[in-house]
């Protein structure tokens, strides 16, 4: 019996563990995807800026 419950608290260890290592990974995922949008926005105004001072010129 002993043995039994030590592996069930193992079980449900292991299991909190990859649930916290779930919610981590996610909230990474967003964030990239967030420095990208940022990233994308950035280089597309810094091209519309450039384009506007070529054709001016």
Excluded at 31 to 48: A, S
């Amino acid at each position: 019996m002993g043995q039994e419950n030590e592996i069930q608290e193992l079980k449900d260890r292991l299991n909190a563990v990859e649930q916290q290592l779930e919610k981590r990974s996610r909230g990474f995922k967003a964030l990239r995807t967030g420095v990208i949008i940022i990233l994308v926005i950035y280089l597309l105004m810094t091209l519309i800026g450039i384009f506007q001072f070529v054709s001016n010129g």
